[in-house]
Structures are given as structure tokens and as C-alpha cells.
């Protein structure tokens, strides 16, 4: 595991490097390739997740991201969040990732040598398909965030239930498609995308508006802090 200190404190997982060779590899079939996508890869993670935190310290909060085998994650804690702050957060990584597609467009306008041009053209691709998957609304992707955000401030507990269940079933329709035009692996992640939504819609049936109090969120992290820790009793009384 790496750790970049900083304002910004980064961690990298080792799966974060084998899944993107997988994907380097399945891109190119050769070893440099996969070491060319592998960098494709981190830097348009990286930049994507930059979105997110950046927007977070601009709402007073504290942002630590971390690369894992799926992407990357950007956690942050501060004081509490209006929803349009949140909905900002969060589609500022796919603006980030889309701003790095416009520069490698940019980019491909100017005479660089052969091997440079297609990197970029990787770059561009890798970033305008990810910028449109991830809006798709489908948790745990960004536009299934955005969605649930939307949903729940316009809608309290019902909104954010529904979001689980809109989500689950466009999920499961993309599932179903990329099955037939035999993308597997993608329809396995859509399938996987579906089932956890509606597993989690199922299991919030009985959720109500306090459940979703950041107060109490705060609560159960501290208190799954000091069970881990061994102290029991304390961790009794905050639950």
C-alpha cells in the first residue's frame, strides 16, 4: 500500500495497480500497453477524484482519497452539508474527468510523434466513456449519487428509498443489455450494481427520517471505533 501525505492525503491499494493492468492488458494485449494504460488509468482516476475533494475543502471539509481495485473513493468529514453542496461534490469528479477529455482533445490537434498521439487518444477515449457511464444513475456511481441527493432533498426518506429502487432497475436493464451484446464483464458489474441496490432498498424499508441524521451517522462510526478498540461500553451507550 502507498500513502501520499499531504492536505490531501492519498492511499493506493495494490489492487488498484493489478486491476488496472487487467484492464491495460485486455485494452492491449501487450506489456507496454498495459504499462501505458495502467498510467492512463491513475491519472484520470486520480484527476477525477481531485474533483471531489477539491470541492469538499471548498465547503470547509477534510479530504482523503484513495485508489482501490473498482476506482477511487474520496472521503470527507467537516461540518454538515446542505444537498446542493453535496450534489456539487459529487459531479464535480465527472466534470474533472471531462475537463481531461477536452485537453486531450485539445492536445490531439498538435504534431507530437506517433506514440504520444496515441496515448492521448486512449486518454480522451478513457475519459469521455467514463464520464458518461458514471453519470448513469445507478449507485454507486455518481449519477446514482447525484440521483439519490436530488431525490432525497426533494423527497425526504421516500426520495432516497426510491433512488435505491430507480437505480436498482436501470442497473439491471444495462445488466441485461451488455449481456446480450456479449459484454460480460461489464454486464457482470452492472448485475453486481443491481442486486446491491436492491438489496439495500429491501433493507431500508423500514428506514425512517432519523436514520438519515448525520448526527446519528457520526454516532455509529464512533461508536464501531470504540468496539474495535475493545470498549464495549462505551460503544453500548452510543448506540
Keep these: ?22 484492464i491495460g492488458w485486455m485494452s492491449s494485449g501487450t506489456l507496454m500497453g498495459s504499462l501505458v494504460w495502467v498510467g492512463i488509468i491513475f491519472v484520470s482516476v486520480l484527476i477525477h477524484e481531485f474533483g471531489h475533494a477539491f470541492t469538499a475543502i471548498f465547503f470547509k471539509q477534510k479530504a482523503k482519497i ?12 467537516g461540518p454538515k452539508l446542505k444537498f446542493w ?6 459531479l ?9 477529455f477536452l485537453l486531450a482533445t485539445a492536445l490531439l490537434q498538435v504534431a507530437f510523434p506517433p506514440f504520444f498521439l496515441k496515448v492521448l487518444k486512449a486518454t480522451q477515449m ?14 454507486p456511481l455518481d449519477g446514482g449519487q447525484l440521483l439519490r441527493i436530488a431525490l432525497e432533498a426533494a423527497f425526504g426518506i421516500k426520495g432516497f428509498k426510491a433512488s435505491l429502487l430507480i437505480g436498482a432497475i436501470i442497473a439491471l436493464l444495462f445488466s ?22 436492491f438489496d439495500s432498498w429491501r433493507k431500508s424499508k423500514f428506514a425512517t427520517r432519523d436514520d438519515r441524521e448525520e448526527t446519528h451517522k457520526q454516532l455509529m462510526m464512533q461508536a464501531e471505533a470504540a468496539l474495535q478498540e475493545g470498549r ?8
Excluded at 92 to 100: E, S
Excluded at 232 to 239: D, G, I, Q, Y
Design 1 to 22: 500500500m502507498i500513502e501520499i501525505p499531504g492536505s490531501i492525503p492519498i492511499v493506493i491499494h495494490p489492487f488498484f495497480w493489478l486491476f488496472a493492468a487487467l
Design 66 to 77: 484513495q485508489l482501490v481495485a473498482l476506482g477511487g473513493l474520496t472521503m470527507f468529514d
Design 85 to 90: 453542496q453535496q450534489f456539487a461534490i459529487t
Design 92 to 100: 464535480n469528479g465527472p466534470l474533472f474527468g471531462f475537463c481531461l
Design 126 to 139: 478513457a475519459n469521455l466513456f467514463w464520464t458518461v457511464v458514471n453519470l448513469l444513475p445507478v449507485l
Design 176 to 197: 441485461f443489455y451488455f449481456f446480450m451484446i456479449q459484454a460480460f464483464l461489464i454486464g457482470a458489474f452492472f448485475f453486481l450494481f443491481a442486486f446491491q441496490s
Design 232 to 239: 464495549k461500553e462505551e460503544a453500548k451507550r452510543m448506540l
